[in-house]
């Protein structure tokens, strides 16, 4: 079974500060990793994708992966009350796409 | 560009009934996906199409049925609805086959079967 897991919160930071969210996932041969952000009643949208160990930056966000340790995090800094939602974590091997159940996150003004 | 648009936004289907979920994209991606979603949960994948013609199983295909006659459109039928099929459904589309593959969400249809 590849699962996908990661803590559902909720998570709770005040603005300004910096969120960290963890997924860890079972299946080793997975290429690619993303965490979107979904706001409630929405979508999801997309925010950040990362293929290779190593730390990837966009903006407020980073991703950080670790193969070996099958671990994908998402560094969110000057955290905002509009960053409050749930972000899913999801890992994909030849269009296999698995998320997790996602961590709700709240930024307290 | 509307990008990927699903009907109906809501729907309550009586145990036993039948319908088909709407999905059609207009970037012409070639890959496509319909994603169930139970409350609190994640997305998990019911079936997918690399293209025309072509469509596969994914995590949770039973109870359900696709086909692809044209690259924009996607419908997804569920025969003999059951309680177990109360959830919000969404449509991806995706152009690239291989691992750089960031998917494209629809709005969703929540579907209720009473």
């Known amino acids: 079974q590849k699962e996908v897991e990661q803590n559902s919160g909720p998570l709770s930071v005040p603005e300004g500060a910096i969120a960290s969210l963890n997924c860890t996932y079972s299946d080793r041969v997975s290429q690619s990793f993303f965490w979107y952000r979904q706001y409630s009643g929405k979508s999801p949208e997309l925010i950040m994708s990362?293929?290779?160990?190593g730390d990837k930056e966009d903006g407020r966000f980073t991703a950080q992966l670790n193969k070996a340790s099958q671990y994908v995090s998402l560094l969110i800094r000057d955290s905002q009350p509009s960053d409050s939602a749930t972000y899913l974590c999801a890992v994909n091997n030849n269009n296999d796409m698995r998320f997790g159940a996602g961590t709700r996150l709240t930024v307290k003004p | 560009n509307a990008g990927v648009t699903q009907t109906p936004k809501f729907r309550i289907l009586k145990i036993g009934q039948s319908m088909t979920l709407q999905c059609t994209q207009d970037?012409?991606?070639?890959?496509m996906y319909w994603y169930r979603q139970d409350p609190g949960m994640g997305l998990k994948l019911i079936y997918y199409?690399?293209?025309?013609?072509?469509?596969d199983k994914g995590e949770v295909p039973n109870g359900y049925n696709v086909s692809r006659s044209t690259t924009e459109d996607f419908p997804l039928r569920l025969e003999l609805a059951a309680p177990s099929q109360t959830s919000v459904y969404f449509c991806?589309?995706?152009?690239?086959?291989?691992?750089?593959?960031?998917?494209?969400f629809g709005p969703g249809t929540r579907l209720t079967v009473t």
């Open positions: 970037m012409n991606h070639n890959y």
């Open positions: 990362i293929y290779s160990n």
């Open positions: 199409s690399v293209g025309a013609g072509i469509t």
């Open positions: 991806a589309s995706s152009y690239s086959p291989g691992q750089s593959v960031e998917q494209y």
